[in-house]
């Protein structure tokens, strides 16, 4: 789980839906300041149990390097309403969606880099895989190959069993003692803890269980991915317990994908190192465009 630094917008950003065929999405749209060349557009897709609110921090600094961000509530995800049907949420039904977002971006005339964090690299995986062609780039960022690495596989099986048993009142306080268990927390403002637990109440119950069940049986589709024709980055902190580093280094090699390690960041770079995250990618994309332009 992202947790953000904090939660206001930046004046470059407003808070709208974003419509599509496949439904309307809760978005993050941040635009460059004016008398700042546009340079292109990113989708930004967030993880299990996240939301848009993991980018926030990105916003303005990747607005003021000249690229429009809208960072997506996937549906069922916090803001974005979903139906109660696991059946919703299979990942083919989210890369679809992923699809149909970035095709309702792209009438501004500027490419889409699309971006994944964490569970949304798979989505953003599936999507590229069932359809590249809305997409200018992918950036995976602390996703994997495959499933998460096993120790997380079975905390993970342990919360979806107690969804399918309890409310989801009462799993977030287990969740939290559980956390206390394991040991202090990093102190984490009132309205940001009081977020956290809004945003796990409002997302459907039976899209965390189906995309709980993807992160532990996902496979291995890197060999397919890097038979598509797409630049591609892969970026992560210096530590990750879903997708251990070595794995997400491995997974560039084979995709021949530009490598970025974020220095001080652990599985989320993009809320705690947003400035040198927003660099690393700002430049990946700036790249593409030279490339492109070639």
Do not use: C
Not at 108 to 120: A, K, N
């Amino acid at each position: 789980m992202s947790t953000p630094p904090f939660l206001t917008l930046p004046k470059v950003a407003v808070a709208r839906s974003l419509e599509t065929p496949r439904g309307s999405f809760a978005v993050h749209d941040a635009s460059p300041p004016a008398g700042t060349a546009v340079r292109g557009t990113a989708l930004l897709v967030p993880g299990f149990t996240g939301s848009k609110e993991d980018f926030i921090a990105l916003l303005q600094p990747l607005a003021e390097a000249g690229y429009r961000v809208v960072a997506v509530d996937g549906r069922g995800q916090y803001e974005s309403g979903g139906p109660r049907d696991e059946s919703a949420y299979a990942l083919h039904e989210l890369a679809l969606d992923v699809v149909a977002q970035a095709r309702a971006l792209d009438g501004d005339g500027f490419p889409v880099h699309l971006l994944g964090h964490s569970f949304g690299g798979l989505v953003s995986r599936a999507a590229v895989l069932r359809d590249a062609s809305p997409f200018v780039s992918l950036t995976i960022l602390s996703s994997g190959p495959a499933a998460i690495h096993h120790g997380q596989q079975a905390r993970t099986r342990l919360l979806l069993e107690a969804l399918s048993v309890y409310d989801q009142e009462t799993v977030w306080r287990a969740m939290r003692d559980l956390d206390a268990e394991n040991g202090p927390r990093r102190d984490v403002p009132p309205e940001i803890s009081d977020f956290l637990r809004t945003r796990w109440l409002a997302t459907v119950p039976e899209q965390l269980i189906a995309t709980g069940r993807q992160l532990v049986s996902e496979p291995d589709r890197v060999d397919e991915l890097a038979a598509v024709d797409l630049p591609k980055h892969v970026v992560s902190g210096v530590l990750d317990h879903a997708w251990p580093v070595p794995w997400m280094d491995e997974m560039a090699l084979r995709l021949g994908a530009r490598r970025r390690v974020i220095d001080g960041a652990e599985h989320s770079p993009n809320a705690e190192r947003p400035a040198e995250t927003a660099r690393a990618l700002a430049g990946f994309w700036d790249e593409v465009a030279r490339e492109a332009d070639r």
